[in-house]
Antibody, heavy 123, light 107 residues
Framework: EVQLLESGGGLIQPGGSLRLSCAAS????????MTWVRQAPGKGLDWVSS????????YYTDSVKGRFTTSRDNSKNTLFLQMTSLRAEDTAVYYC????????????????WGRGTMVTVSS | EMVMTQSPATLSVSPGDRATLSCRAS??????LAWYQQIVGQTPRLLIY???TRATGIPARFSGSGSGTEFTLTISSLQSEDFAVYYC?????????FGGGTQVEIK
């Protein structure tokens, strides 16, 4: 079955760190760029970061640059998001999403989404 | 930086009626525009890409149009399962950007 499964969310104090994981199955993971998208409670979708299939190209939204690091382990079909210096405004459901086009390093859209993992930043 | 603006924020429609949702980009995105549906409590689902191409399994009542900076998603005859929030997303350039969403609610 083609699916994405996020994990690693939780309650964390401001300034803390958290590492999210996204386990992929049912497709050739290394062929596809992967993306993190977040959604604050009651709000819209917000692009966070994208990484190419090889891991050689990484992009971040300005608000997380220097604080968040995206990585992937293609041998384990897993995408990661290391989050540091967390702020209240980072509170959101974090989704991982698969880019539609195989082998692309260009901006793309998403044809598969995980169910998300909730990150709450609060003291 | 690209800004995507969706209107209206909320659209009240009766079942069986047509719904027309708009998405405007602050700069041209050519036809690099996707639409997603998110039902409450569920994950987003890809509806349209390339501004007008339906994704696999999407019913024909969903159609997209436009290019450049102005785009439209039309639902020709609303079914009960179509009441949801709809988002547009540009993928013409980095950073990627979503619109703020249009909630389609039952009138």
């Amino acid at each position: 079955e083609v699916q994405l499964l996020e994990s690693g969310g939780g309650l964390i104090q401001p300034g803390g760190s958290l590492r999210l994981s996204c386990a992929a199955s049912g497709f050739t993971f290394s062929n596809y760029a992967m993306t993190w998208v977040r959604q604050a409670p009651g709000k819209g979708l917000d692009w966070v970061s994208s990484m190419s299939g090889s891991g050689g190209n990484i992009y971040y939204t300005d608000s997380v640059k220097g604080r968040f690091t995206t990585s992937r382990d293609n041998s384990k079909n897993t995408l990661f998001l290391q989050m540091t210096s967390l702020r209240a405004e980072d509170t959101a459901v974090y989704y991982c999403a698969k880019d539609r086009v195989a082998g692309s390093t260009s901006p793309d859209y998403f044809d598969l989404w995980g169910r998300g993992t909730m990150v709450t930043v609060s003291s | 930086e690209m800004v995507m603006t969706q209107s209206p924020a909320t659209l009240s429609v009766s079942p069986g009626d047509r719904a027309t949702l708009s998405c405007r980009a602050s700069q041209t995105v050519n036809s690099n525009l996707a639409w997603y549906q998110q039902i409450v409590g569920q994950t987003p689902r890809l509806l349209i890409y390339g501004a007008s191409t339906r994704a696999t399994g999407i019913p024909a009542r969903f159609s997209g149009s436009g290019s450049g900076t102005e785009f439209t998603l039309t639902i020709s005859s609303l079914q009960s399962e179509d009441f949801a929030v709809y988002y547009c997303q540009q993928y013409n350039q980095w950073p990627l950007a979503f619109g703020g969403g249009t909630q389609v609610e039952i009138k």
